[in-house]
């Protein structure tokens, strides 16, 4: 554990020797982490979210945002966020899979139509009761934000049927669900933090992994592996959350404008999102990565349909998935 993740837990711990109330908050910066570093699109939109805060209230809050995953990977930074070591924490759904079954849902592959789609429902009711139902778990959902499409890309061979996953390793992120939908494709899944899967695909230890456009070409992932196939398996979104520990000392008034600053940072993260997309794809294409379009992205699908009998199994669920379906 790094000394910064040591003394974030300590503050943790020490918070109530802090006083507990309203003021505390006011008085130091508010303190947020994102795997992704620096002008990032998520880490672009919590910065923003920040100075929407900051701009709100004439400075009386402030926000740091921790990026580069220096306070480690988005499983630990959950764990501080819920200690209330942190007061936001940018995350994808992946980390909270484990967390809260609701959040399989918008997890599950070949889910979503398309983004317009994707972007409807977690706008939505069905966004709405995923966010929720994260408040047991000592989370604050506020946001969701976009995280395009993810796809498979490996350092040894195009893939075009599940056939060709045949005894790839493939790292996944730290969710059941991951593994068994690579597992159900024929590779085997290796979860391992993200900060972690550019050394491991140098070294030879897994053959590729998954991801969307940016992620792929930011983490330089794509310089080693030269084979991207676009099977779009997963539209599965970030999240911003809040500590139901910061959240709890701050006034009615105070968390209105906050709800309403993550709100407004929605649609300022879609359109660097956008341009991101393509800037990323462009430069992969430029490396000379071989970009498989022509794919049987319908075996895919039927193949990892025990994904969704294996991780949709309560009616809380179902009802989720059906709501989501209904959305046009
Ligand atoms: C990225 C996402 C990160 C993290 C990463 C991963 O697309 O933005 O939050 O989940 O993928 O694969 O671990």
Same mark, same amino acid.
């Given at each position: &554990?790094?000394?910064?993740?040591?003394?974030?837990?300590?503050?943790?711990?020490?918070?109530?020797?802090?006083? $507990?109330?309203?003021?505390?908050?006011?008085?130091?910066?508010?303190? !947020?982490?994102?795997?992704?570093?620096? $002008?990032?699109?998520?880490?672009?939109?919590?910065?923003?979210?920040?100075?929407?805060? !900051?701009?709100?209230?004439?400075?009386?809050?402030?926000?740091?945002?921790?990026?580069?995953?220096?306070?480690?990977?988005?499983?630990?930074?959950?764990?501080?966020?819920?200690?209330?070591?942190?007061?936001?924490?940018?995350?994808?759904?992946?980390?909270?899979?484990?967390?809260?079954?609701?959040?399989?849902?918008?997890?599950?592959?070949?889910?979503?139509?398309?983004?317009?789609?994707?972007? /409807?429902?977690?706008?939505?009711?069905?966004?709405?009761?995923?966010?929720?139902?994260?408040?047991?778990?000592?989370?604050?959902?506020?946001?969701?934000?976009?995280?395009?499409?993810?796809?498979?890309?490996?350092?040894?061979?195009?893939?075009?049927?599940?056939?060709? &996953?045949?005894?790839?390793?493939?790292?996944?992120?730290? !969710?059941?669900?991951?593994?068994?939908?690579?597992?159900?494709?024929?590779?085997?899944?290796?979860? &391992?933090? #993200?900060?972690?899967?550019?050394?491991?695909?140098?070294?030879?230890?897994?053959?590729?992994?998954?991801?969307?456009?940016?992620?792929?070409?930011? !983490?330089?992932? #794509?310089?080693?592996?030269?084979?991207? *196939?676009?099977?779009?398996?997963?539209?599965?979104?970030?999240?911003?959350?809040? *500590?139901?520990?910061?959240?709890?000392?701050? *006034? /009615?008034?105070?968390?209105?404008?906050?709800?309403?600053?993550?709100?407004?940072?929605?649609?300022?993260?879609?359109?660097?999102?956008?341009?991101?997309?393509?800037?990323?794809?462009?430069?992969?294409?430029?490396? $000379?990565?071989?970009?498989?379009?022509?794919?049987?992205?319908?075996?895919?699908?039927?193949?990892?349909?025990?994904?969704?009998?294996?991780?949709?199994?309560?009616?809380?669920?179902?009802?989720?998935?059906?709501?989501?379906?209904?959305?046009?």
């Amino acid at each position: &554990m790094t000394a910064t993740r040591r003394t974030l837990i300590g503050t943790a711990m020490a918070v109530p020797a802090l006083g $507990g109330c309203v003021q505390a908050i006011g008085e130091r910066a508010l303190r !947020s982490a994102d795997a992704h570093p620096s $002008g990032y699109p998520t880490v672009a939109a919590v910065d923003y979210f920040g100075q929407l805060l !900051s701009d709100r209230t004439g400075g009386r809050l402030r926000l740091k945002n921790y990026a580069g995953g220096q306070l480690g990977d988005e499983k630990d930074t959950l764990e501080i966020t819920v200690f209330g070591g942190l007061d936001f924490n940018r995350v994808n759904l992946a980390p909270l899979n484990p967390i809260e079954p609701l959040t399989l849902v918008p997890s599950l592959p070949f889910l979503f139509r398309s983004t317009d789609h994707m972007r /409807r429902s977690l706008d939505g009711a069905p966004g709405r009761t995923v966010l929720d139902a994260l408040t047991p778990h000592g989370l604050i959902g506020l946001a969701f934000y976009d995280s395009g499409e993810r796809s498979f890309y490996n350092r040894r061979r195009p893939i075009r049927t599940p056939a060709d &996953m045949r005894g790839l390793k493939l790292r996944v992120q730290t !969710s059941d669900l991951y593994v068994a939908l690579v597992q159900a494709l024929g590779a085997n899944a290796t979860p &391992m933090p #993200y900060g972690e899967v550019f050394q491991a695909l140098v070294q030879g230890v897994i053959d590729g992994a998954e991801n969307n456009w940016p992620s792929f070409q930011d !983490s330089r992932h #794509y310089e080693v592996a030269n084979y991207l *196939s676009l099977t779009r398996h997963v539209m599965a979104p970030e999240v911003l959350v809040a *500590s139901a520990r910061t959240w709890g000392k701050l *006034s /009615r008034a105070d968390r209105d404008l906050i709800r309403q600053a993550a709100t407004d940072s929605v649609p300022f993260m879609r359109t660097l999102w956008e341009a991101r997309e393509v800037e990323a794809r462009r430069l992969i294409e430029a490396a $000379g990565v071989e970009i498989i379009e022509d794919l049987d992205r319908a075996a895919f699908e039927a193949a990892v349909q025990p994904v969704w009998t294996r991780f949709i199994t309560t009616d809380r669920q179902r009802a989720l998935v059906a709501a989501i379906r209904e959305i046009v």
